[in-house]
């Protein structure tokens, strides 16, 4: 008996506890613990019933992924499965909170499973880029069939007690906890009154109806995505393997195929991805600040970010007070924000009685003196400094004290802003990208004189609206947009180069995001990144090469999409974009009059130098200290920028690629445009001391 785990025998039930916070997540220590555990009331002929708890608040929620890629420790899941799956005594699993991955197939080795309401249970390592490794594609599809087996081992998304109740996944759902219910239900069993199976017994006898099985498999495997994700394939598999095989060749199966997966680059970058984002959402600095409290929100700007920010506020059970400069602009922000929940309830994201009492949860006011009653303001107004500057200072006068002030400028100087507030320690800078209501990531943009406890309220913020927080320090553009504008330069090289953005965009479309960069500018439109390099003209060093294909179509009216023409041509307003040979002549024109004769481009020089350029541009900013450390990078181009998960991040990318070979081709493009390719401080020291990126980035 330990301290993670705990064994109580009383009048023939054992129950061994678990109890390894905050999930009690089945790392080598643990599983060890409870095979010990299991062992010995197993041998105890005292014992004639073993029940299966956890304690705190879930059942294990998993494996340690830290664990995966190393070298496996005994016991190993598959083992400690097994020997609860053979217990010759019945065996209830105890279920509470979250019961994901191992956690679940843990539960399923025993003969019943009892839950509590409010539990969930999923298996989601497909999103971890491999399939169970513990036996649940053989035991799973047993239980409940193989088509709802496939869909929750393809989905890897949880469902809830009752649902799986009804999918036979769990034998009960307890009134109350779930480990009184096994009890009661153990006593039940001695005193004859009721039936307790072992996993043997109930296994026995079993029909299956091998031809649905074999549909169901060949269903899934028709509607397979991404090829180079494997793992759903190797799920597929798995489930067949289930049927075909005799049962011990099966287990077998799996854990082959568990054990090739995981040392696959993408499952790699797939677990560097999961832990990054808990990474990014951990702030050591902060443990011991308290966020400060926010009751009612107020929103100045009614345009489509200040629109969507309202309804993000709104959606977490926030109050909200939308400014905006006359009753004209008001009226169009409210019905914005009234457009945003009809879309939603049409979706189904939304019910109509939920979006009648966000309804009622909004006003309107065109005077910021409404805002004095607001524990956070965030200000939405179009990206004019002036417009912002004197915004803040109406704010700093009119807001109560320890109101939080946060500009969601995409590339202002939040100094600047907080100054003009007189009031620094208030000031955060909280980017949303649009639309603000949908997309995952914030980025939380912490000034020279933002307050500890305001920085804490940004992440604090983030979790209610259900967000991915990423800390940035203050620079033009924070984190994504500077390493977004990097890509994008290095792509405008390459269009002058030779390259068409139809054959940079399919490149790009190959190397995994899901559009191009010139299919992502006509989406967002061509006049705002136009107005932002207009705005830094007079700051532009003429001696840098300077690509103004861009600008010549938006003085040409192609303004992307909502124009019906950009960089593709959008005949009656449609959204699928037809490449326009009148593009191609216009970049021809441009080249001709530099000078420059096109060359050809193939596809993995494109992806190349957009690596090279995204993982420069990160390590620029960890040598000026935006960015904490290399997992944050990846997270906010993951979140927020449509970098493909599979392949990590900018930064996990380049790890992979190698940093010596990124170095040095980023020391050949150099010889090209020097400013923009030279490598950053950082490769070197890395290099020298034969680290990565990933050893920056601490546990």
Sequence with gaps: MTEEVRTARSEGIATITLDNPPVNALGTALRA??????????????????????????????????????PPAAPELPDLCDAVARSAKPVIAALHGTVLGGGLELALAAGVRVAEPGTTLGLPEVSLGIPPGGGATQRLPRLIGAKPALGLMLSGLPIAADRALDLRLVDAVSEGAAATAAEGLARAYLAGTAELPTAAERGKGRGTDADAWLSAVSAARAGLGNPRLPAPGRIIDCVEAALLLPEDEGFAFERTAFAELVATPEAAALRHAFLAERRAMRQPDLDRISPREIHRAG??????????????????????????????????????????????????????????????????ATDIGALATADLIVEAVTEDEALKTELFAGLGRVAKRNAVLATSTSHIDVNRLAAAASRPEDVVGLHFLAPAQATKLLEVVVGAGTAPEVTATGFALARRLGKIAVRSGVCDGFIGNRILTAYRTAMDFLLEDGASPYEIDRAMRDFGFPLGPYQGLDLAGLDISWARRRR???????ARRYVAIGDRLCEAGRLGQKAGKGYYLYPEGGRKGAEDPEVLQLIAAERQAKGLIARKVGAAEIQRRALAAMANEGARLLDAGIARCPSDIDVVMLAGFGFPRWRGGPMMAADQAGLLEIRNELRDFAREEEAFWRPAEIWAELIKNGRRFADLNGI
Excluded: C, N, Y
């Excluded at 009331?41 to 995966?68: H, K, M, N, Q, Y």
């Excluded at 920010?309 to 019905?335: F, K, M, Q, S, W």
């Excluded at 830094?536 to 003429?542: E, V």
């Design 299 to 364: 929103v100045a700007g009614g345009g489509q970010m200040g629109a969507g920010i309202a309804v993000a506020l709104l959606g977490a059970g926030l109050p909200v007070t939308l400014v905006e400069r006359d009753p004209t602009a008001l009226a169009a922000g409210l019905g914005r924000v009234a457009t945003i929940h009809e879309r939603a309830v049409e979706k189904g994201r939304l019910t109509p009685e939920a979006r009648e009492a966000e309804w009622d949860r909004i006003s309107g």
């Design 33 to 70: 613990e409870v095979m010990a555990a299991f062992d010995s009331v197993s041998a105890d002929p005292s014992v004639r019933v073993i029940i299966l708890a956890a304690a705190g608040r879930t059942w294990p929620a998993g494996a340690d992924i830290r664990e995966f890629g190393h």
């Design 536 to 542: 830094l003209s007079l700051r532009r060093d003429p």
